[in-house]
Structure formats: C-alpha cells, structure tokens
C-alpha cells in the first residue's frame, strides 16, 4: 500500500480550511525569516526571491510557486528589484493531525509550468476570494484541494519532491506513515475478518498501548475508528455496485449477521443500506 492511500479511504474525513489569502509588495532589500503556523502558498506575480532553509538557497522566479509547511523555518528576501505575489495560508486536517501533509515531501519551489491548469485555476480563485466574490471561499478551497491533489500525485510518481527538506537525514525521513505500512495493508487485506488491535501493534513492532497513540498521531484517528471508515467506505461501494445483498456485505466485511452490520452502517451514515444502491 502506498502512503496516499489514506486519503483515499478517509477523503471525508479530511478537512481544508482557508485562513488568509492576500497580496503582499515588498520594495527592494526586503527581508523575512520565519516559521508558519500552518501551511502557506505563495504566487509570485513579479520579481524574483532568495529563500534560505537549512543553509541551502532556492530561487522562485515569476510565476513560481512556494509551498512552505509549519516544520520549515525560511528567511526570504527579493533579488534586485520589487517583488509581489499572493499569500494563502490554510491547514490541511485529517481527524485530530493537523499536519498530514508534513508526512511528504512538498515544500519547496514549484513551478507553474510543472501544474499549469491547477496553478491557474488556483490564482483565479485567490482573485475572487481577495475581491470577496461570493462563494469565493468555497471555489478557493476546491482550487487548494486540486492543487494539493496533483503534487500529491507527482510525489507518489517521483515526479516532484519538494527541496525545502533535502538535507534531512534518512532516518527522520522515515515518516509515521511509512512505519505504518505494514497495518495499514493488513487492515486492507483482512477487512473480512475481526481485527484485533493486538496483532495491528505486533506487526508495527511496538507494544499495544504505543501504538494506539502514535497510530492516532499519524492519521489523526483511532485503529479502531479507521477499521471502522474503511469498512463503511467499503460497505458503500458494494452497496452501489448492486451485486451483493445486505447479508452478504455483513460477511464480506466480517459482521456476525446483518442486524449488526446494518446498525452500524446506519451509525455511520445517519441511513440504513437500503437507501444506498
């Protein structure tokens, strides 16, 4: 399984929120060292800026972007001449981890030329949310989840890796998601089956009352209420398909009948399985 296979599973329960999105001039020999609180983008409509993060320097030219997430200090400064560009600071939640995104590779300088459609479309919605278009917010957010989307593509393709973390040792790139792995791919593969916690820490290495803490720090969420979403996601898909009754789904998925698989679906969903499909 792959590390971005947890959005897939728990897209509903990811959450992007739109802290700020303005436009910022700066004059010559401007100079800014600092650690965000949370994730930002930056458009840089004219000029260029030298960004220094752990000793290495990077350039973003006209139309670059700038993806900086809260674990990156940076301290920018233009070259030569005015600089201007566009600031969107946001956070990406999934549960209670509020810095999902820190699990790959992408800050760094992006060009335009590498997302031309998503960069566009992502600068036309800064446009309208900065001018207060109504229903600016919500074009904003589904610009920034396309956006993300298509980096997060490009990292899983080894298209693109963000060069604000070169430098960082081996070991700590080895992320939570990745020392994961081996239970997220259990879980997926024994769906049909109960899963006891006890076996999901065995395979993690680790002693069962760790795990569940650090399970819930990489994924923002439980075991128990991830085993839980993935079944629901899976439920609901074979419901649509039209394929298998209500009794066989409670099998498919390791439920005792389906009194207690529908109790749960209904749980889940506010509906019972007869309304999907």
């Known amino acids: 399984m792959d590390n971005l296979n947890i959005f897939h599973e728990l897209s509903e329960e990811i959450l992007i929120r739109i802290n700020i999105c303005l436009e910022s001039a700066h004059p010559s020999r401007w100079v800014e060292s600092k650690q965000h609180q949370d994730y930002a983008f930056w458009h840089l409509h004219e000029g260029q800026i030298e960004i220094r993060v752990y000793d290495q320097v990077h350039i973003a030219r006209e ?79 589904g610009a920034l989840t396309i956006l993300i989307s298509k980096l997060l593509e490009y990292y899983e393709l080894g298209i693109y890796r963000g060069g604000f973390t070169n430098n960082v040792s081996e070991r700590k790139r080895i992320t939570s998601f990745q020392k994961l792995q081996p239970v997220f791919q259990f879980i997926r593969d024994h769906l049909h089956q109960p899963i006891r916690i006890e076996k999901l820490a065995e395979l993690a290495g680790m002693s069962e009352k760790y795990f569940i803490v650090y399970f819930k720090q990489a994924s923002g969420v439980t075991p128990g209420l991830y085993i839980y979403q993935m079944k629901m996601n899976r439920a609901r898909k074979l419901l649509y398909s039209k394929h298998y009754s209500v009794k066989q789904i409670a ?26 499909g």
Do not use: W
């Not at 566009?86 to 800050?107: C, M």
């Not at 009194?259 to 309304?275: E, H």
């Open 251 to 276: 099998e498919m998925l390791g439920y005792p009948d389906p009194y207690t698989f529908s109790k749960a679906f209904k749980k889940y969903y506010n509906a019972p399985p007869s309304q999907f």
């Open 63 to 141: 139309g670059d972007l700038i993806l900086f997430s809260p674990k990156v200090a940076y301290t920018a400064t233009n070259i030569g001449a005015n600089c201007r560009f566009t600031f969107t600071h946001f956070n990406v939640d999934l549960g209670d981890q509020h810095r999902i995104l820190d699990n790959f590779q992408l800050p760094g300088v992006i060009s335009s030329s590498l997302v031309p459609e998503e960069a566009h479309l992502f600068l036309d919605s800064c446009e309208q949310y900065k001018s207060g278009a109504i229903m600016s917010t919500i074009r904003l957010k």
